[in-house]
Structures are given as structure tokens and as C-alpha cells.
């Protein structure tokens, strides 16, 4: 098993920053992948980003350029900094961590609401 703690989430003007932390607890030595969804009101939960553990890293096309994730293998941590944020980013942040085996485990999630 896996436990996932976010942080980070924030009430941010349009044009602003926040940077999310997700920390890993449990059966650590399997996780392969980690990276953040986000879900906004009315709408189905989406992938912002990933990163493997070997270092790859995809991104939705919304956000390339304004996101960026990285992760501390030894502290078992993965990050998203967040840049020029836009009203359209408000959504509740999901981070996500997968085994190698395929089985995904998730955060509690964290609120960014971006006002304009």
C-alpha cells in the first residue's frame, strides 16, 4: 500500500504561481510512475502531468510551458510549480503515485482556485 499527502493548493490571482507537493508513505519500493490530475467543477478528472521513475515526464498540451513536475526519488516526493496561472486552472489537484505492478493509488486532493 501507498499513502499520498498533497499540499500546497491555494486561493492565487490570475498570473500567479503555487507549487504542490505530494509525499509517499508505505510500500515505497514499487512505485513506478507519479504525477498529479486535476478535476474542475462539472468536468472529468484529466492528467496534468507524470513523471516515471526513471526520469520521463509527460505534460497535457494546456498546460506545457506554465507547468512543470519533478520528483526526489530519495525523499519520495513529487512536485508540480505551477506558473502564470490562468481561471482555467481552478480544479482540485489529485496527486497519484503507480506501482509497478499497475495499481494506483491516490491523494486526498487539494484546492487552486485562480481568480481573475
Known amino acids: 500500500q501507498v499513502q499520498l499527502v498533497e499540499s500546497g493548493g491555494g486561493l492565487v490571482q490570475a498570473g500567479g504561481s503555487l507549487r504542490l507537493s505530494c509525499a509517499a508513505s508505505?510500500?515505497?519500493?514499487?512505485?513506478?510512475?507519479m504525477g498529479w490530475y486535476r478535476q474542475a467543477p462539472g468536468k472529468k478528472r484529466e492528467l496534468v502531468a507524470s513523471i516515471t521513475s526513471g526520469g520521463s515526464i509527460n505534460y497535457a498540451d494546456s498546460v506545457k510551458g506554465r507547468f512543470t513536475i519533478s520528483r526526489d526519488n530519495a525523499k519520495n516526493t513529487v512536485h508540480l510549480q505551477i506558473d502564470t496561472l490562468k481561471p482555467e486552472d481552478t480544479a482540485v489537484y489529485y496527486c497519484?503515485?503507480?506501482?509497478?505492478?499497475?495499481?494506483?493509488?491516490w491523494g486526498q486532493g487539494t484546492q487552486v482556485t485562480v481568480s481573475s
Open positions: 497519484y503515485a503507480e506501482s509497478q505492478l499497475g495499481a494506483r493509488y
Open positions: 508505505g510500500t515505497i519500493f514499487s512505485i513506478n510512475a
